[in-house]
């Protein structure tokens, strides 16, 4: 795994499309594997330094922009690792383009609906982002596509999770030792990518869908797909 605190390698990871300036950090690094997030998460959290997770920096908000600590790198953890055409599913790494995505699964006559405009944009981001587009007026927005994610918690362990394969997150005030916890406010049925997604039944696999990578570093995304429409 290459590590790096020469400035100008750590550079273009201060930036997105936001245009968001004064991001810092002391060091980037790029994991190539599941192993490898889980060696830096752990040792960060040991330390207690703030971590940064990058998608491929398209984003308009700024949220990839470190103020400190570590970014960590999610390039060199792309590649199309399964495409089901019984089943309909595909599996890519988190750092896939969706325009990789999509071609590889075009080619066998299928469509991963959601298009949030921007092809450069990584599955694992677009999954922590809950990207949306023109085509969700249609198809919605990546929420309805994702199946099973791969995500790797600050403590270094990690989460391999199936939609509807796990008991329901549940709402409760907080109680000594109660676990889990989860937020108390309800999301509004509109379009709306603040704040963790919460239902009354919320799918775990729901929570890690658009929290920007606060909860823990998406490896490996995993989606529903439909015929290509002619
Ligand atoms: C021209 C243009 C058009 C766009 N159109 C749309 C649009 O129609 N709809 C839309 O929703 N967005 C749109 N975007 C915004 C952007 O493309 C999306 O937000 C996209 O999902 C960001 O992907 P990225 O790989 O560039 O991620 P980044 O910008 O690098 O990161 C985005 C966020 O995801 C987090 N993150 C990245 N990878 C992971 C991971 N593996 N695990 C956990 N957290 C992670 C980052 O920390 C950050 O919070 C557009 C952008 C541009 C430039």
Known sequence: MIRSSDPDIIRPYLEDASNLAGGFANEVVFPENEKDVSQILAEASAKKIPVTVAGNGTGLTGARIPFGGIVLSTEKLGGIQEVDMT?????????????????????????????????NAFIGASVSTNASGA?????????????????????????????????????????????????????????NAAGYYVDDRLDPVDLFIGAEGTLGVVTVVEVDLIPKPE
Request: aromatic residues 10%; without cysteine.
């Open 135 to 191: 085509r969700s007026f249609k198809y919605g927005a990546t929420r309805r596509w994702i199946r099973r994610l791969k995500v790797v918690l600050s403590d270094g362990s990690v989460l391999d999770i199936q939609r509807g394969q796990r008991p329901f997150l549940r709402f409760e005030k907080e109680k000594k030792g109660a676990v889990p916890l989860v937020p108390t406010y309800r999301t509004p049925p509109i379009k």
């Open 87 to 119: 089943k309909r599913y595909a599996v890519a790494g988190a750092g896939t383009t969706l325009r990789q995505l999509q071609e590889s699964v075009n080619e066998k006559g299928f469509l991963y609906p959601p298009d949030p405009t921007e092809q």
